[in-house]
């Protein structure tokens, strides 16, 4: 089983849309994690970290389920320039290392 | 801030060349990562260091890898001899601690072996 696994998509959508990526982790003791967003033939950029209580930048929302091992990130109002692939991360316990899940792609049509 | 530089940007080898990657990081960060990402495989980590001492090299998948950090100012990491499965962009990437604040990526280099 891969340490952080999602749904690699791709999700279509039209402009304005509201979208959600689900992400699963499987160490119960990951201490941190993160969505990056990945355009294409780019690097990662980091996009927002998920705190324990949820939290909220702009039209992005990131939530975290330490019970389920979940993190979420939904995305309001998308717009044609959110076409890209996003990566869920997450802090190996006890080491200094980012565990990356595959990604999912999002492409916003006109 | 320049970011995390990389070097090359792209490139082309034959089977059996050696190839060496250059890396810069953010001035300050005390941690560098190298990371190769693939379709297949997606990103992973090759080995990191923290105050130029590497300390997890369980990713670099066989000896032909090699990385070293010389200063807190320069990485490499050589590929000798390159095969064509090493095909890859390689990826940089330093943090300022135990990546609570997440990594910052180089632009990468793209490798093709032929």
């Known amino acids: 089983r891969k340490e952080v696994e999602q749904d690699p998509g791709p999700f279509n959508v039209p402009e304005g849309a509201t979208v959600a990526f689900n992400c699963t982790y499987s160490?119960?003791?990951?201490?941190?994690f993160f969505w990056y967003r990945q355009d294409c033939r780019k690097e990662p950029k980091l996009l927002m970290s998920?705190?324990?209580s949820g939290n909220e930048d702009g039209r992005f929302t990131a939530q975290l389920n330490r019970a389920s091992q979940y993190i979420s990130l939904l995305i309001r109002d998308s717009k044609l320039s959110d076409s890209a692939t996003y990566l869920c991360?997450?802090?190996?316990?006890?080491?200094?290392?980012?565990?990356f899940g595959q990604g999912t792609t999002l492409q916003v049509k006109p | 801030d320049a970011g995390v530089i990389q070097s090359p940007r792209h490139e082309v080898t034959e089977m059996g060349q050696e190839v060496t990657l250059r890396c810069k990081p953010i001035?300050?960060?005390?941690?560098l990562f190298w990371y190769r990402q693939t379709m297949m495989r997606g990103l992973e980590l090759l080995i990191y260091?923290?105050?130029?001492?590497?300390?997890?090299d369980s990713g670099m998948p066989e000896d032909r890898f090699s990385a070293k950090m010389p200063n807190a100012s320069f990485s490499t990491l050589k590929i000798q001899p390159s095969e064509p499965r090493d095909s890859a962009v390689y990826f940089c990437?330093?943090?300022?601690?135990?990546?609570?604040?997440?990594?910052?990526f180089g632009s990468g280099t793209r490798l093709t072996v032929v």
């Open positions: 001035s300050g960060h005390d941690y």
């Open positions: 160490n119960s003791a990951s201490q941190s």
């Open positions: 998920v705190y324990s």
């Open positions: 260091f923290n105050n130029n001492v590497p300390i997890d």
């Open positions: 990437a330093s943090s300022p601690g135990r990546a609570y604040y997440g990594y910052t």
């Open positions: 991360v997450v802090l190996g316990s006890n080491t200094g290392k980012l565990i």
